[in-house]
């Protein structure tokens, strides 16, 4: 985490904030369920807390904040809910629904915890950076040349949309227009740092569980 501390602010990917405001707690007919998005919430939290007790700023651009609150928790959750462990930890059955009320309480939830980001003194929102048209067809290039490499991780190889998303694009080249580091724990992006920073489409980019270390 000391690897943060030569900046003033770090970037977080979508993925970073969902994670963090991941952890809603339910009273259920079993008893007290936590639910989170263990290792990542924790992880991000701690890293969160070190950048804050050094008067450093978290930061991230309103695309991401706004596709977060669009759709990511929604996704987020609905993947949460058919996680095995929680169904078992809440006294469900196999193929029992889960409760729409309680979906709809985590989803809520979840997305009072992103709106705060907003009031934070510690959280900064971007809404001025513009991607350049041009930028973001040199980079999906980028990817689409990987994809086809056969030499290139084999992780990478299985994803079913290889290329990023646009604001995942974005993020990387925010990163390089604000000369800040990016921590995501998304591989799209973390499996070719150096490469993109070679490529010089980023300034830096930090995978999340690497700066537990």
Partial sequence: MRRLLKYPKVIYDTNCIISYCFKTCLNTKTGRVVIDESPFTDTIRTITQFLIDKNKRVCTL?????????????????????????????????????????????????????????????????????????????????????????????SFKSHKRPIPSFVDISLILYSKHAVLPLVSNDAHITEFRNELKAEGYTHEIFPLMALAT
């Fill in 62 to 154: 309103e695309i991401a904040i706004n596709e977060i609150t669009r759709e990511g928790l929604a996704k987020a959750v609905a993947r949460k809910i058919t996680d095995q462990s929680i169904r078992r930890s809440m006294g469900l059955r196999e193929g029992e629904q889960f409760p729409e009320e309680i979906e709809w309480t985590i989803l809520k939830n979840l997305t009072k915890k992103v709106r705060k980001f907003r009031y934070e003194i510690w959280f900064e929102i971007d809404n001025e950076f513009k991607t350049r048209p041009s930028n973001v067809k040199r980079l999906k290039t980028f990817f689409e040349r990987l994809f086809i490499d056969s030499t290139i991780k084999s």
